[in-house]
């Protein structure tokens, strides 16, 4: 046998005693990546977009909220992984044989790599599913103006909306259930304007 070859050889047979240890330094390298982009993904989702979900229109408003906690989910899912790949588990077993032992290690090291390749994947829809909700907040339609809702009692009538603006002398509000539909109240006829939590009668 040749000198390459004999350390090769060599090389390959202290690894077997080694495999573990190598194993467990990757999980402790994919939990701490893992770590670093949860913390990426908190960043991103403060400048996310639109900071208040309840202005957008019904079925995209829970679309966010069910992408958001399914992202969670997985990002939990998959720390818990990394963690458990990169400690390992208590056990009260005690191993006193080098064939207990190397089965033991087979096994574990076995379990480490299904750990961090599922950890992976659930990072990966975690990505996804957070770059979807993010898209919803960006584009998704919203129910109408999202000014802060008033009563406003003018010349006998009440009306209940959200606040748009003025314009030469006048209040603008919007109505209706979409609030799509805008009123035109001339402020000198009003009487009362008071802010609203809701408009239910």
Aim: hydrophobic share 45%; proline share 3%.
């Amino acid at each position: 046998m040749s000198t390459d070859r004999w350390r090769w050889a060599q090389k390959a047979h202290q690894l077997r005693f080694h495999q573990l240890d190598t194993a467990r330094r990757q999980a402790e390298s994919w939990r701490t990546g893992l770590a670093g982009l949860t913390t990426l993904l908190g960043a991103v989702l403060i400048v996310k977009g639109r900071d208040n979900f309840s202005t957008l229109a019904v079925p995209y408003r829970w679309l966010v909220v069910g992408a958001l906690g399914v992202a969670l989910g997985c990002l939990v899912w998959a720390s818990l992984l990394a963690i458990r790949a990169a400690s390992g588990t208590p056990s009260d077993e005690c191993l006193l044989t080098g064939e207990d032992l190397q089965e033991w290690t087979r096994l574990e090291v076995a379990g480490i790599q299904r750990a961090i390749t599922r950890a992976g994947q659930l990072t990966l829809v975690a990505v996804c599913v957070i770059a979807l909700a993010v898209g919803f907040t960006w584009l998704g339609p919203t129910t109408g103006p999202t000014g802060s809702l008033v009563v406003v009692e003018f010349e006998g009538t009440r009306l209940c909306g959200a606040l748009v603006g003025t314009d030469r002398g006048n209040l603008i509000v919007a109505t209706g259930e979409a609030r799509s539909e805008h009123r035109i109240v001339p402020l000198v006829a009003i009487s009362r304007l008071a802010p609203a939590d809701n408009c239910q009668p």
